[in-house]
């Protein structure tokens, strides 16, 4: 359900002529193992007309481990289709640095519970310097989650990542809230 209101949502605002960003789905293990998984997501990215590279989603290292071989083959399914991947809560699972260069993923995103100490804790923040190195280095791109301060914000930004997530941009909002933004003339997506 939540896949198909994401590209009717996505669709809409297409046709709306206002800038579109990406929208991420959280898959839960249970989700990412349904049989048809990828027959079912291809099959709504036509039917509601939506272009592949808007849709993304996020699945952690817990639920990949389940089964490692068939993972890879979902994910590289779901590559190909043009969706975007991201590994999620990197850094609290099982956090194989090989599931950096053997998972076909786009983003790695960084959680939060590095993010909270990132100003105080020395280890925190180098172990988060290395997670944006060591990625980028495999061509990856990185989301940090957890941004609520400008201290943190700032530290993040010198470190060279990516992207940020957190009470400091906004608290999670409505759709209407969204395309209120969407529709603004000064909306840089």
């Not at 009717?8 to 929208?23: C, D, E, F, G, H």
């Not at 027959?39 to 817990?62: A, H, R, Y």
């Not at 975007?84 to 956090?95: E, H, M, N, P, R």
């Not at 990132?118 to 190195?133: L, P």
Request: with cysteine; hydrophobic share 40%; aromatic share 8%.
């Amino acid at each position: 359900w939540v896949v198909k209101e994401v590209c009717a949502k996505l669709n809409s605002w297409s046709n709306s002529q206002v800038p579109v960003m990406p929208v991420t789905v959280n898959l839960s293990a249970k989700d990412f193992y349904q049989e048809d998984l990828e027959k079912f997501i291809l099959k709504t990215i036509q039917d509601e007309g939506v272009e592949p590279s808007l849709l993304g989603f996020e699945v952690t290292e817990t639920a990949l481990m389940t089964d490692k071989s068939d993972a890879i083959k979902k994910l590289e399914t779901l590559k190909a289709m043009g969706v975007k991947i991201s590994l999620d809560d990197f850094g609290t699972g099982y956090s194989s640095l090989n599931y950096l260069q053997t998972l076909p993923i786009d983003i790695v995103k960084i959680d939060r519970s590095f993010i909270e100490k990132i100003t105080s804790d020395e280890r925190s923040a180098k172990i988060t310097e290395a997670i944006i190195t060591m990625s980028h280095a495999l061509g990856l791109k990185v989301l940090v989650e957890g941004v609520e301060s400008i201290d943190q914000f700032t530290h993040i930004r010198d470190i060279k990542c990516d992207f940020c997530q957190g009470f400091l941009f906004s608290k999670p909002v409505g759709e209407e809230i969204v395309e209120q933004y969407l529709h603004d003339p000064q909306c840089k997506v």
